[in-house]
């Protein structure tokens, strides 16, 4: 008898096949299998060999019953989990990404951002959906609006308790569809984005075009042709340089600039053996080079910034204006010591556009605040006025919710940059922060309240370091500083740019692959949700 029941098949219902079923499921989702593989014959001989009596489900099955059921519990977990965490939080931020399939079809994708009240962030993909048609601004606002509702938050509710804000990037009917009058939220633009925008303006005023475009000829050439690509490896091995493949420059990815000058340049030596086998007008000369070098000087720090401001672990709208302050001063540092260098025209030019972008961010009490209210940054780039400014804005949101703010109150266990430390200082991002960790001491407080008086004690605390956790650092503090606690959870918990959240979707194109494109738009909303919430 129990021979005989090794050999019979599961039943549909067995705990264990239901297991399996379950993780299929998953795996189809997490890596972007096609829902064919339990008809591919490799698949077929592994399940048989890791348990012969599981019998796999059918495709229909599968597309009809099983990932929407898996989608439907997913969602009614985040949706309770959401609704627990709205009831303590003081602000949610909300990133969008609009991106077409193989398919040829348009969806939209939304995410929130918050920090709850045990100082803790939290990144959610709400949802995947549907958007066929013209996507103006009107429409997208409109889509946008329903999508939220489904999680049962208003933007448009004026007497809402939590502060809502969008971050997005600059395009134009994205632009337009958050300026709906009559909106209850902020609209904060990517600052990854912004920064692009700069380096863009930069390229195209200072002649960059043609170097660039010799570059991108070259890596070309080496990533397509075999027989070239074979000679690079054995240079390199030669050479003993790292087997890295050039990097090919895309217009719509960002850093994509530094990141084929700076593999270029690792690999200059086997480039400069190999290349005369190639055409003449490839070719790079020695200022070329020269030229190379300054850019990815130039550009190293905005390379760091986009992956500080990419991160999902951390606070990132308070960085924000060091960040901007910093690149600022490394540009200025660069344009000083270093007289008729190649790369001179680019570092201006990219200086001007910076300021030019940038400095509606200086003037915004939401950065502002943000700077004010992380322990690694508070005040560090402000002058004696611009920290007055900002301690009037901090007082006043703090004032907003002082007699309301008993859902904290037990959560759980700058002058200008000198000339001497830039000199002293190499092109990492937070070097120069690294210098500037202490604060200056406020001059004596002219308090007029214990709110006041409560900022200028935390204002004269020393600054923690630049990569240490803002939120531990909370966590550990919040009782020193309980009128403060409000003004932590609404402005910590804004992401600084939407860049990971379009990372994440830029991986939405291998939900419709080659083996995918006859996927529903329904399933693709379910696929999609599963992979980001799983």
Not at 9 to 35: C, G, H, W
């Amino acid at each position: 008898m129990k021979s005989m029941s090794k050999s019979e098949k599961f039943s549909a219902n067995n705990k264990k096949a239901k297991l399996i079923t379950e993780r299929i499921v998953e795996m189809i989702a997490l890596d972007y299998q096609p829902i064919s593989i339990v008809e591919d014959y490799g698949f077929k001989r592994v399940i048989a060999a890791a348990e012969d009596r599981y019998v796999l489900p059918s495709r229909k099955l599968l597309s009809q019953k099983l990932i929407p059921e898996l989608y439907a519990n997913k969602k009614k977990l985040l949706m309770t989990e959401i609704k627990m965490d709205l009831e303590n939080i003081k602000s949610i931020s909300f990133t969008f990404d609009l991106w077409s399939s193989q398919a040829q079809q348009s969806y939209i994708s939304l995410t929130c951002h918050y920090l709850t009240n045990k100082f803790k962030l939290k990144n959610k993909t709400l949802g995947c959906s549907y958007f066929p048609g013209e996507h103006t601004g009107n429409a997208i606002y409109n889509k946008i609006k329903t999508m939220i509702a489904e999680w049962n938050i208003e933007i448009e509710n004026s007497n809402s308790n939590i502060s809502i804000f969008f971050v997005t990037d600059n395009a134009r009917n994205i632009s337009s569809a958050l300026s709906h009058s009559g909106s209850n939220f902020e609209h904060i633009s990517c600052t990854a984005h912004t920064l692009q925008l700069a380096i863009d303006d930069a390229v195209k005023e200072s002649n960059m075009t043609d170097l660039l475009k010799r570059c991108k000829a070259i890596v070309t050439h080496y990533n397509h042709s075999n027989i070239a690509s074979e000679r690079l490896t054995e240079t390199q091995k030669r050479l003993n340089l790292a087997p890295h493949k050039l990097i090919q420059m895309v217009n719509t990815r960002w850093n994509s600039i530094y990141l084929m000058l700076q593999r270029m340049l690792e690999q200059k030596d086997a480039i400069l053996i190999d290349l005369p086998k190639i055409k003449k007008g490839q070719l790079l000369f020695a200022r070329d080079w020269n030229m190379i070098k300054s850019y990815v000087i130039l550009l190293k720090p905005v390379f760091e910034a986009t992956k500080e401001l990419s991160r999902e672990d951390t606070p990132t709208l308070s960085m924000v204006l060091p960040i901007i302050y910093t690149i600022e001063a490394k540009l200025n540092l660069f344009l000083t010591s270093m007289t008729q260098n190649p790369g001179t025209c680019f570092a201006e030019n990219l200086l001007r556009s910076m300021c030019k972008r940038f400095d509606v961010y200086k003037e915004n009490k939401i950065y502002i605040i943000a700077m004010l209210v992380d322990p690694r940054f508070k005040g560090i780039m402000l002058n004696e006025y611009e920290l007055s400014q900002a301690k009037s804005y901090i007082t006043s949101e703090a004032e907003k919710y002082r007699y309301n703010d008993e859902i904290f109150s037990q959560p759980s266990t700058s002058d200008e940059l000198l000339t001497k430390e830039l000199e002293n200082s190499n092109y990492s991002l937070w070097d120069i922060l690294h210098q500037r960790s202490v604060s200056k001491e406020s001059t004596t407080a002219t308090s007029i309240n214990e709110v006041t008086i409560e900022i200028e004690n935390y204002l004269k605390l020393k600054n923690i370091d630049p990569t240490a956790d803002p939120l531990k650092w909370w966590e550990e503090n919040y009782q020193t500083f309980p009128h403060l606690l409000p003004v932590i959870f609404t402005f910590l918990g804004i992401p600084g740019t939407s860049v990971c959240r379009e990372i994440l979707f830029s991986g939405s194109g291998l939900t419709v692959s080659s083996r995918r494109t006859r996927l529903s738009p329904f399933l693709v909303e379910y696929l999609v949700f599963l992979h980001n919430n799983l």
